[in-house]
Structures are given as structure tokens and as C-alpha cells.
């Protein structure tokens, strides 16, 4: 251990973290170890990783001192936030000044920022085909990520800006999945029109992160978006049918429609499904398969994922 490259993951507990703890952990003679970063190490997930052969050290992206200490001695860094768990863009940005801070601190050499695109750069304020939320966003979650990547950039830690797509895992555990029409038909509902949308396995997000850290700090300054495929409504809602056994048609419905549904962050997600549909080009470019399966060859396919994971999307 005492001559690898320490990599301190900060989610690690989490999807993305998860995935790249586990793709360090499945190449020993890679040159790297890992140091999970949790709430809990006590907790039953952090023990797990304990378990698997992970350093697991105490840290809060709330508390800049607990994130120093985890990241003191490393050689570099995962950092992803948490929106979903406070819908606060302002607690987001907070966590990732946080993390820049800490890197700065512990000197670590190359330290990849899971971001995403700060959409107002593509719909400003001021353009109404969208509704600005929470005052000052058009996609929250996205937009304060995107913005975030300035605490890197002018703490001058050597980063790499990797930009996660739609995980298919939400349609296990975000509630995503098919429904149940009042025709007993199955369908899918989601406001992307005809547009074919980035998505990924969320644990492939970790895999492509160890493969820019193995590539190492030239990779400082590049954007790397990470899909495993770029499929339209009806493509998903296909192969969705096919792993499934049942028949599932894509629901097209607008954006305004999406936004209106009234589960939390409604809004934050139709404005990003409108944002995926109407800058296809923008995301899908960003997003590129080809680069994804370079820097992590078991890059799964959404058929590939369906064959591991289709048994656990609820159908009601
Ligand atoms: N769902 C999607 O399709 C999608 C797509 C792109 C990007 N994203 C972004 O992904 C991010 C979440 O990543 P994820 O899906 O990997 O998360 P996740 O699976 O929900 O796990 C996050 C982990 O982070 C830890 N955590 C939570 N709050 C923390 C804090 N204050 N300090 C330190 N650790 C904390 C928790 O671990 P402990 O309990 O062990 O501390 C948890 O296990 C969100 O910001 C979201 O916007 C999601």
C-alpha cells in the first residue's frame, strides 16, 4: 500500500464514489489504493467497503477540516455533491468550495469533479422557453455544478471535469421507470421529444474516472462527459419491453407538463429533460460513447445494463 497512489473518494458510499471505489479495488496491480470518505464509518455500507479493502476515513463535505484530514496525504481525488439530499444549489456549492478547499490544502495532484453543465450559459435568465427556479437557475442541480467548477479552477488544483448523464439506475430507484396506464399498458413518460439522450450506468461513472486518473494529471483541464449510450424515448421504452417481457411505449409529454407532475424537484427535472431535448447536439457531443468506452472498455450498453438490472425495476 505504502508505495500506491492514494485516491480519496469522496460519495464513496454512494453511486458514482461506489463505482470508482470498486473499479480501484478490482485492479490491485494498478498502482492505485483507496481511501472511502463517509458520513458513518460505522454504517453498514462503509463497513462493506472496509471489507472489500478500502482505507474508510470519516469526512463531511459540510466541515472543511474533517474533508482536509480525509484528503491529507493522497495523491488525488473523487469529488461529487449532493444535491438530491437538500435541493439547495446555494449547500451544493458549499460542499464543492469545500472539496476545491481541501485539495488545495492536502496538495493533491490530480482530483476529478464530477460537474455538469451550467445550463444558463444555453438559456439565459432572461429566455422564457424555460421557467427560471429557486430565482436565479434554469436547471438547479446542473447549474450550480457547473458554476462550482471556478472553486478548482482558481484554487489551481490540477482537475478534470467529468460530466455524469442520466443514470438508467432511476428507473430502479428514482422513480423513473414505467408506469402503468389506465389501460393496464406500460408506458414511459418523459419530455425529451425525438431526442436521443446520454445515459449511463451509474456505476460506469466510477470506471471512467479511474481511467482518467490512470491517464493521470494531463487530463488536468479537459471536460469529459461519460454516456454509455445515446437512445430517443422510443429506443429506451423498446429495449425497456424487450428485458421486460411486457409491452412499453414512450409517452412523449412537454416539458411543462413533466414540470407540473408536483413530486420534488419536478420542476429541476423538466427543465434538464428540456435541456437534453433542445441542446441534443451540446449534451450528446460532451457525452461521447466512444471516448467513455476508451477510458473504461466494460462500458456498459443499455441493453447490457438491462441484462443485470432489468429484474429490479419496480412494476406495479
Ligand atoms: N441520478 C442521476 O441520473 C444523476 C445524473 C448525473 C448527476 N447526478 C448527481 O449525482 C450526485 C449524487 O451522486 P450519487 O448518485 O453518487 O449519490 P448517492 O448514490 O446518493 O450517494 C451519495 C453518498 O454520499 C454521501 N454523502 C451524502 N452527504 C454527504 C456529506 N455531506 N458529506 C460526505 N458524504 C456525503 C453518502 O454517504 P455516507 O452516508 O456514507 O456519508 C452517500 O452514500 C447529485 O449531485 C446528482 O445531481 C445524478
Redesign the pocket.
Known sequence: MADKKIIAV?????????GLVRAILADPAGGFAVRA????PN?A??KALAAAGAEVVQ?????LDSLTRAFQGAYGAYC??????HFSVET?QN?ARNMAQAAKAAGLKHVVW?T?EDTRKYVPLTDDRMPTLQGHYKVP?FDG?GDSDKFFADAGVPTTYLL????W??FIH?GSGPKKGPDGAYALTLPIGHAKMAGVA?ED?GGVAYGILKTGPSLAGARIGVAGEHLTGDEMAAALGKALGNTVRYNEVEPAVYRSFGFPGADDLGNMFQFYRDFESVCNTTRDVARSRQLHPALKSFDAWLAVNASKIPLD
Do not use: M, P
Not at 469526512?59 to 466541515?63: E, N
Not at 461529487?80 to 439530499?85: G, K, S
Open positions: 469522496v460519495g464513496a458510499t454512494g453511486a458514482q464514489g461506489g470518505i463517509t458520513r458513518d454504517s455500507s462503509a469526512g463531511d463535505a459540510h466541515d461529487v455533491t449532493f444535491f438530491w439530499n451544493e460542499e464530477s455538469l442541480h455544478k455524469a448523464s442520466f443514470y439506475d432511476n428514482f451509474a461513472i
